[in-house]
């Protein structure tokens, strides 16, 4: 899905997709039962949810391309088991959108990884003629957090299924990753914010500029139905961590007129945010 530029001051936000794929609705919302859930989003007859695997391409002020997160790529669309299981369906890719754009893998010069997990950093890399993994975007820099790369690299029973070396080892073999700790900011009105809950070494992109705000939430709030304060992913590591974060980011997102980006939402990829009957929505779409 390409709906075009979104305008936040002097920076471009194109909200772009790798396709879609699909996983469990219970364990998308946690402890909300699916009576509630089911509602909001229907689930196919394996119980699943139909996810969208959402990019975000910004174009600075000092027109540099930075790519938030990468999708799935086409690493596995030789593997039917994997796309079997998570009913990967790619009719639009984030390479054919670069193109559509003008845009080659070399273009761009900085990826940001809201983290590590296999539908957010899948694009990192691509295979070579040889079937070795190699970063896909040569020129860019990989900005990741530090607590992300150590749990990547050291997963263990509940997080390992998410976690595919060949996603992020080629990128420190070729020097291509910054690693950082908490808030940080990479050019004047473009940062990173860590969140923790979902994993400990989660982050979101925070875009401001002449007044106006727009976050990309990634996992902290998949799609607009994770908008109430308790709908929270089963996935979550630190579940508890997740709802206080929540709480803060979108008491923030009210008083100041964000507009929050859904990675995973296949109807709505942006919105600003409303509060009715003590509970959030969203208000907005474009
Ligand atoms: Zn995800």
Redesign the pocket.
Known sequence: MNLGPLKVGKFQLFPLSDGSFR?DGGAMFGVVPKTLWNREIPADEFNRIT?ALGVLLIQTPRGRWVLVDTGLSSKYENNPKFKKLYAVERPETLREHLDSMGISPKDISLIIN??L?F??AGGNTEFSDRGVAVPAFPNARYLIQKEEWEDASHPHERNQASYFKENFEPLDLAGLVDLVEGEYEIEPGLKVLRSGG?TRGHQCVQIESEGEIAVFL??LI?TSKHLPLPWIMG?DLHPVDTLEIKRETLKKALDENWTLIF??DVGLRSAKLDFKNGRYAAKISY
């Open positions: 996983l996810l809201t983290h997990h539908d957010h979902h990634g996992d998949p996935y990675q995973h």
